[in-house]
């Protein structure tokens, strides 16, 4: 089954969108599934995915919205919440929004990572789950 997923994100969406009655949901649901793009939108200093599975060794594609209108955001990824140590060309530069931003890297180690927005970190964090 985690194969099949492999074959790409516009799969997943797919599957994610067959089983969604409401398509507000549909983006949460996609990141259940281990995915290689996402886009996670920054308003209201809040991220609106806060977790989410990629295969690893696979390469990384997000983008990030941030719809906050002259407030700095960007998404940085460490190995656990203490944020003490960086993922290797897994961050954004802080810049105001409306701005998207786009990073890719390749997804490290199976495991659970950190990101956040090193502007707010308490209010704008997740959880990057590699499998
Ligand atoms: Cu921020």
Same mark, same amino acid.
């Given at each position: 089954?985690?194969?099949?997923?492999?074959?790409?994100?516009?799969? /997943?969406?797919?599957?994610? !969108?067959?089983?969604? %009655? $409401?398509?507000? =949901? +549909?983006?949460?649901?996609? @990141?259940?599934?281990?995915?290689?793009?996402?886009?996670?939108?920054?308003?209201?200093?809040d991220f609106d995915i806060e977790e989410?599975?990629?295969?690893?060794?696979?390469?990384?594609?997000?983008?990030?919205?941030?719809?906050?209108?002259? /407030?700095?955001?960007?998404? !940085?990824?460490?190995? %656990? $919440?203490?944020? =003490? +140590?960086?993922?290797?060309? @897994?961050?954004?530069?802080?810049?105001?929004?409306?701005?998207?931003?786009?990073?890719?890297?390749?997804?490290?180690?199976?495991?659970?990572?950190?990101?956040?927005?090193?502007?707010?970190?308490?209010?704008?964090?997740?959880?990057?789950? /590699?499998?």
């Amino acid at each position: 089954m985690s194969r099949l997923l492999l074959f790409g994100p516009a799969l /997943v969406c797919l599957l994610a !969108a067959c089983g969604d %009655d $409401d398509g507000d =949901d +549909e983006s949460q649901a996609a @990141a259940l599934d281990p995915v290689t793009e996402i886009t996670i939108v920054a308003q209201d200093i809040d991220f609106d995915i806060e977790e989410f599975k990629a295969p690893t060794a696979a390469s990384l594609t997000i983008t990030v919205v941030n719809e906050d209108e002259n /407030v700095p955001h960007n998404i !940085a990824f460490y190995t %656990d $919440d203490s944020a =003490d +140590e960086a993922i290797d060309g @897994a961050s954004t530069e802080l810049e105001d929004g409306p701005i998207v931003q786009e990073l890719v890297f390749t997804v490290p180690a199976p495991g659970e990572y950190y990101y956040h927005c090193d502007a707010h970190p308490v209010l704008m964090r997740g959880t990057l789950i /590699v499998e």
